[in-house]
C-alpha cells in the first residue's frame, strides 16, 4: 500500500537556524514521484519539486535542499538559514506512475513556525 | 493571467442543501483534480479527470459529484449525502497525469 508519512507535526525555529522536515514514503511501485508543497496561511498549495524515483540526486534551490534515499525511502527537505516567511505547512506527497492518472498521496504535513 | 480559479472562496450552506464550487483553470491542461483537506490533515482525492467528458472517483467520492463538459471547467458538487462537509477544498490541474500538479486558491465551505 502507499503511504506518506510526515512524523513532526510541529517545527518551531527562530530565524536563520536551519530546519529539516522528514518524510518517508511506501511504495510497492519501482517508477514513482515525489513532491513537496507550500501551504502558507492564505491556503493555496504551492508546488516546491518533484523528484522521480530514478534520480536520487540531491538537489539545491537558493536556501532549499532535499536529500532522497531509496534505501531508507526518505525524501527530507532542508531549509537553510530559516526566515520568517518560510512559516507555513509542508506536505510531501507520492505520485505512483500506473496508479489513477496522477493521484497524489499525502503526508499529514507539518507547520513550521519560523519566529523573528 | 494564467492559472487555476476556485470561486467562492467562502461558502455557507444549510443542511441538506447541495452547494457547486467552481473551478476554472486557463493552463490549457488536460487533467483536472478536486481534494479535500480537513484541519490538520493531508488531502485527500474525492474526483479527478484525465480528459473532457471523462472522470473517475477519487477515494472519498461520496457524496460528491462533478462534471467535465468542458476542458477549463471541473465544477464539484457537494450534495446532501454527503456526511461531513464542512472543510477546505482545493482544485488542481496538470497538463497531463503524469505531469506536476498545481492547485487553485481553495474554497472553504461550512455546513451550518
Known amino acids: 500500500a502507499q503511504k506518506v508519512t510526515q512524523a513532526q507535526t510541529e517545527i518551531s525555529v527562530v530565524e536563520k537556524e536551519d530546519v529539516t522536515l522528514d518524510c518517508v514514503y511506501e511504495?510497492?511501485?519501482?517508477?514513482?514521484?515525489l513532491f513537496w508543497y507550500k501551504q502558507p496561511p492564505s491556503g493555496e498549495l504551492v508546488f516546491l519539486i518533484r523528484?522521480?524515483?530514478?534520480?536520487?540526486q540531491n538537489e539545491i534551490s537558493g536556501r532549499y535542499s532535499w536529500n532522497f534515499q531509496k534505501s531508507t525511502s526518505s525524501f527530507n527537505f532542508t531549509i537553510t538559514a530559516s526566515q520568517v516567511v518560510d512559516s507555513a505547512v509542508y506536505f510531501c506527497a507520492l505520485s505512483e506512475e500506473y496508479n489513477q492518472g496522477g493521484k497524489l498521496i499525502f503526508g499529514q504535513g507539518t507547520e513550521l513556525s519560523v519566529k523573528p | 493571467d494564467g492559472g487555476i480559479t476556485q470561486s467562492p472562496k467562502y461558502l455557507f450552506r444549510k443542511e441538506g442543501q447541495n452547494v457547486t464550487l467552481s473551478c476554472e483553470q486557463n493552463l490549457n491542461h488536460d487533467a483536472m483534480y478536486w481534494y479535500r483537506q480537513d484541519p490538520g490533515q493531508g488531502l485527500r482525492l474525492i474526483y479527478y479527470?484525465?480528459?473532457?467528458?471523462?472522470?473517475q472517483k477519487g477515494d472519498i467520492a461520496e457524496g460528491y459529484s462533478v462534471s467535465r463538459e468542458k476542458k477549463e471547467s471541473f465544477p464539484l458538487t457537494v450534495t446532501s449525502a454527503q456526511k461531513n462537509p464542512t472543510a477546505f477544498y482545493l482544485c488542481?490541474?496538470?497538463?497531463?497525469?503524469?505531469?506536476?500538479?498545481?492547485f487553485g486558491e481553495g474554497s472553504w465551505l461550512t455546513v451550518v
Open positions: 523528484r522521480n524515483s530514478f534520480d536520487e
Open positions: 488542481a490541474s496538470s497538463i497531463t497525469a503524469a505531469s506536476i500538479i498545481y
Open positions: 511504495t510497492r511501485d519501482t517508477t514513482y514521484y
Open positions: 479527470s484525465q480528459i473532457v467528458n471523462d472522470f
